[in-house]
């Protein structure tokens, strides 16, 4: 079995634009769960309103595309506050369950008949992104090192969506240091202390709700543009358990912990992907339990299991401190 393969199959995910966006989405949960105490279960619905926000304004309306993105950024604010609006000022299950409804009903509103004619429907929108592409620098060409090697086209939105990571990375890491921040940390600890101290605990948790809500648009906006396509059904509930999955992985309130959880995060499922088809073109593993329908299936499995274990002798992380994870103490 070819492990050079293996190896670069696994370096090029970790690497590759997926990591960076699900990177993004969960610097967003962090600022609402690691840093907030809020428990949002609809990440993916940020990321689908800032996707189509970007596709409707060019491939329906023929805005551009650097406006699409401002409408993709200003949904994901307008959403917050109608989701934070009536639940922020009740119990944080109130805020779950209402996330990952309006993320379900977005979805299927937006892959509706009616809507057919904004949305594309099931079917959604394509080639909208050709203006980013049109200002790459980089010649064409192969662009990476050893067996992990990306196309100039994919390399110039890895470099840009990267960047935007280190960008978000810093922005948080200024701001939970800052007065602001330490008042957010404050709410995930103990609410009626921080009220009692004179704070808006609504507000600050809307500000919260929306910093992070915006990250996840950006996510949706730069997946969007790496696939030139956008589909209601991309935005599937498990994206925002997923992003989970990295951001405890990494570290919950670790500002690093969402970068390393994603590139990890990638590195097993595409590593372990890579691993089991090999083998079982090669004849190492059975059939019957390593087919090709199953694969999928399998890999789930044996990184969940991996998860499992890392959960239990370390339930805050790789990077993540236990005492932040004891929320309303």
């Known amino acids: 079995m ?7 199959d696994a370096l090029r995910a970790a690497l590759g634009l997926e990591a960076a966006v699900y990177a993004l989405a969960a610097i967003g949960l962090n600022v609402h769960f690691g840093y907030t105490g809020l428990l949002n279960f609809g990440q993916v619905g940020f990321m689908l309103v800032g996707a189509y926000g970007l596709a409707i304004t060019v491939s329906t309306f023929g805005g551009s595309m650097w406006l699409g993105m ?14 934070g ?14 996330t990952i409804a309006a993320a379900e009903i977005l979805r299927f509103t937006f892959r509706s008949s009616p809507a057919t004619g904004v949305t594309g429907g099931v079917f959604g929108l394509q ?22 090697q990306f196309s100039h086209r994919r ?12 960008l978000s990375c810093l922005m948080v890491w200024a701001l939970m240091h800052s007065p602001w921040g330490r008042v957010l940390k404050s709410i ?91 083998a079982a073109s090669a004849g190492m593993l059975p059939e019957v339990f390593f087919g090709s329908d199953t694969i999928g ?33």
């Open 2 to 8: 070819d492990f050079v393969r293996v190896i670069g």
């Open 70 to 83: 401002l409408v993709g950024v200003l949904l994901a604010v307008v959403l917050a506050i109608l989701l």
């Open 85 to 98: 609006g009536p639940t922020l000022r009740l119990r944080a299950d109130y805020l779950a369950i209402t």
């Open 127 to 148: 080639r909208f992104a050709d203006a980013f592409y049109e200002i790459n620098p980089l010649p064409q060409g192969t662009y990476g090192f050893w067996v992990v």
């Open 155 to 166: 390399m110039w939105v890895m470099l840009v969506a990267w960047g935007l990571v280190a």
């Open 188 to 278: 995930r600890e103990d609410e009626e202390a921080a009220r009692s101290l004179g704070k808006n605990v609504f507000s600050f948790k809307m500000q919260g709700l929306i910093l992070g809500g915006v990250f996840g648009a950006l996510s949706g906006i730069f997946l969007a543009i790496g696939q030139q396509a956008v589909s209601p059904d991309t935005y599937i509930p498990q994206i925002t358990f997923f992003t989970y999955t990295v951001l405890i992985l990494g570290g919950a309130a670790r500002v690093f912990g969402p970068v390393l959880g994603s590139v990890l995060f990638w590195l097993l499922i595409a590593g372990t992907d890579s691993f089991i088809r090999r």
């Open 297 to 329: 299936a399998v890999r789930f499995m044996l990184v969940g299991a991996g998860l499992m274990i890392l959960m239990i002798y370390r339930p805050e992380g790789i990077l993540g401190d236990r005492r932040e994870m004891q929320l309303d103490v």
